[in-house]
């Protein structure tokens, strides 16, 4: 059997403030496949992208990881002192984030940034470097590779710019790539050449893609399997299709029923009521009862676990309904 490139085991994430400490993640767990398109879907403050940075040990201050695993090639990340970290960053597991010109340094060349990364973790030359990082952007089917290492930063489109940060993060050979929200924000028409890049190079190098997102659209179009993340826990987990088509938990159908689609029978969008809990104050029970047309005195009292939905035992999710409408 395919052992996982990457598992998250029971991830807590803590942020101490002057206000109180807030509960950012709260007992995360996920696999991500060699090759694996995944996405980890929510609204903003759901956790998403603290739990990605946790990945590579990024949480800025003052959130602390105060519990839990990630495994990565057979190693847990968490137990590594900082000096193998840097050497893990980039050359094993990349980032992108929604604005690459927060990543990309304007005074310097893109030629000279993606060399720089190569040269960090590779004893290359100079010239072979830049060869390397040439064929990469050509391999990205950036026309004129050339032009575009000699280029500043601020002289390309977003979409170039969003190319060049891919660019970079594989430069080195990474077999994880953490996106997220990669392109947000993208024009539509330059968002799906991103996402069908990000496809093509899952295909062609077998790169792992972790696809950080609050748009169910971007999941249905590029992902294999998905996590629904909502108050730092994952409320939902299985097969793309089957999550979206079956949606078995009351906040993966809020989403579903907030997607614009064309082709829908609905007349209106119809938002999920009340907002993200901030994470200070601790939910008794299930922690989307406060916004949940369902919710009963269980919901209130008992917090869910992950629950198969289906006989596959792959679509999971953290309801107390689950199973109750059989039989
Ligand atoms: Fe709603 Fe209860 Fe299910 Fe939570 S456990 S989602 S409150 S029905």
Known sequence: ??????????????????EGTIRAVNGVNLEIMPGEMFGLVGESGCG?????????KLVPHPGRITRGKIWFRGENLLEKPESAMREI??????????????????VFTVGHQITRVIRRHHHVSRREAWER????LDDLGIPDPER???????????GMQQRV???????CGAELLIAD????????????????????LRIRRGVSILMITHDLGVVAETCDRVAVLYAGRVVESGPTDAVLQAPAHPYTQGLLNA????????????????????????IPGCPFHPRCALADDLCRSKTPIMTPVDSSGAHLAACHLIGKSEG
């Not at 990082?133 to 990469?136: S, V």
């Not at 929200?181 to 993208?186: G, K, N, V």
Request: hydrophobic residues 40%; aromatic residues 4%.
């Open 259 to 282: 997607l614009p689609r064309p082709s829908a029978r609905r007349k209106s969008l119809q938002a999920i009521p009340g907002s993200v809990p901030g994470g200070i104050e601790e």
């Open 165 to 171: 940060m891919i660019a970079i993060a594989l430069s």
């Open 1 to 18: 059997m395919t052992e996982p490139l990457l598992r998250i085991e029971d991830l807590y994430v803590r942020f101490r403030t002057d």
């Open 148 to 158: 575009v290492m000699r280029s500043y930063p601020y002289e390309l489109s977003g």
């Open 181 to 200: 929200e990669p392109t947000t924000a993208l024009d539509v028409t330059i968002q799906a050449q991103i996402l069908e890049l990000l496809n093509a």
């Open 133 to 136: 990082a040439a064929g990469t």
């Open 48 to 56: 998403k992208s603290v739990t990605g940075l946790s990945i590579l």
């Open 89 to 106: 960053r980039g050359r094993h597991i990349a980032m992108i984030f929604q604005d690459p010109m927060s990543s990309l340094n304007p």
